[in-house]
């Protein structure tokens, strides 16, 4: 990987915008280059790969894991024994799931909930209207903190209609009281930046073309 691109990205952040290294795809050799640099968030989506990972690198304490996949049911247990952060919680149902499996496991995950603003069927995502209908249940949920939204725009997508996308994201944030808004990936973060992004979750454009 190229260092270099880490740090001038890092350079370039806002001091209320987090860098999330989605390390998917590369190795613990090349997560280690840029622990090295500072970094110790780092985002996973495929299970097993993390785990195997997780272990390797298990004696680095400062190391924060966010899970950054679609969150499939039966994987949740092993989600919450295993991840600080849960960026892709996409249905009222799976969040429900999650708080009562923490509960049992006295974990207290930090939350994002994954929100669709647009009509993408490769997305999935809680409806902004239905969110904001529940919301007062979802608070009363036990042993999970909610931080923030998440949302990933369509391909393709101008820059002008990507920051659109992405104020949405966080004006909805702002009126549910929430910090923090995870948008932005290695194609359009100067966008999410300017929309209001607090975690950037950039892979390839900091590590290179993955490997596997």
């Known amino acids: 990987m190229e260092i270099s691109n880490y740090l001038q990205i890092k350079k370039k952040l806002p001091g209320n915008v987090n860098l999330l290294a989605v390390s998917k795809g590369f190795s613990s050799e090349e997560i280690k280059t840029i622990i090295n640099e500072g970094q110790t968030d780092f985002g996973e989506s495929r299970f097993q790969e993390a785990l195997e990972k997780q272990l390797i690198l298990k004696d680095l304490k400062k190391i924060k894991w966010h899970f950054i996949g679609r969150v499939q049911s039966n994987k949740i247990r092993k989600i919450v024994q295993n991840f600080e952060y849960i960026h892709s919680v996409d249905s009222y149902e799976k969040l429900l799931k999650i708080s009562n499996i923490s509960f049992e496991e006295q974990k207290n995950p930090l939350i994002m909930l994954q929100v669709k603003f647009s009509d993408d069927p490769n997305k999935g995502g809680f ?14 949920f036990k042993s999970i903190k909610i931080k923030g939204l998440m949302t990933i725009n369509p391909r393709g997508l101008s820059s002008t209609d990507n920051i659109k996308l992405f104020k949405k994201c966080r004006v909805l944030a702002d009126s549910l009281k ?23 979750r950039l892979g390839s454009i900091i590590f290179g073309n993955r490997t596997y």
């Open 127 to 140: 409806n902004p209207k239905e969110l904001t209908e529940n919301w007062d249940q979802i608070m009363q």
């Open 178 to 200: 929430l910090k923090d808004c995870s948008m932005g990936m290695s194609g359009d973060w100067k966008e999410a930046i300017e929309a209001g992004s607090t975690w950037l």
